[in-house]
């Protein structure tokens, strides 16, 4: 059975570095590419970065209940389809997910052994900074970053694991040990499992 991981941060938190080179060293993960309504920013390619949908299709696809979460975002919708899961579990993987602080409740609800883990700059300072450093966005997009990084932070009790990104090798070394925790614990509790139930045989 996969253990799905879900990471959640401000924007600018550096989350996407950490994932990359999580992912860069551990192949028993397999990292869910999210679809979106929003156009692709740069150097972003279609269903490496994000799968780039229409807001029609990305509504049908609602309306068939085919999303573990979706959410709208400044106007655009993000969510995983649960076809992801699906191919997690066929290649013996275990699931990698980037998404926001509300779809990450949602998948609890409908996952509620999923692993969550919330990614913090060091300080609102750092955050701003990482922001204007990345040359993406005008001032008034990352004054509104700003302002939902506070309110996203402020939902960071309902996370299994908290880890604050302010030496990046420390921050994946961390990341690495949670996921290799985690694989730990589940494979000795099925196993305790297993010994108990032959016990009844």
């Known amino acids: ?10 924007s600018g938190s550096g989350k996407s570095t950490l994932l990359r080179r999580l992912l860069a060293q551990d192949e028993g993960l397999l990292f869910s590419v999210s679809y979106t309504t929003r156009a692709p ?3 972003e390619r ?5 799968h780039y949908v229409s807001r029609p299709e990305f509504e049908a696809a609602i309306a068939r ?3 573990l979460e979706h959410a709208e975002v400044f106007g655009n919708y993000y969510g995983t389809h649960r076809g992801i899961l699906e191919r997690a579990q066929a290649e013996g993987k275990d699931l990698l997910l980037d998404i926001d602080v509300q779809g990450a409740g949602q998948l609890k609800v409908r996952v ?3 692993v969550s883990i919330f990614i913090l700059a060091p300080s609102r300072n750092d955050l701003e900074t990482r ?3 990345r040359s993406e966005d005008a001032e ?3 004054q509104r970053r700003l302002r939902g990084a506070a309110r996203e932070i402020r939902n960071y009790g309902a996370y299994d694991y908290v880890l604050v990104n302010q030496d990046l090798e420390k921050s994946v070394d961390t990341l690495a040990a949670i996921v290799k925790a985690e694989r730990v614990r589940r494979t000795r509790m099925e196993q305790q499992v297993q010994r108990i139930l032959g016990t009844f045989a």
């Open 1 to 10: 059975m996969s253990i799905v991981f879900v990471v959640s941060a401000p």
């Open 41 to 43: 920013r740069g150097l």
């Open 46 to 50: 279609q269903d490496q970065d994000y």
């Open 65 to 67: 209940d085919e999303f």
């Open 112 to 114: 509620p052994d999923a």
């Open 131 to 133: 922001l204007r450093a």
């Open 140 to 142: 008034d997009v990352i």
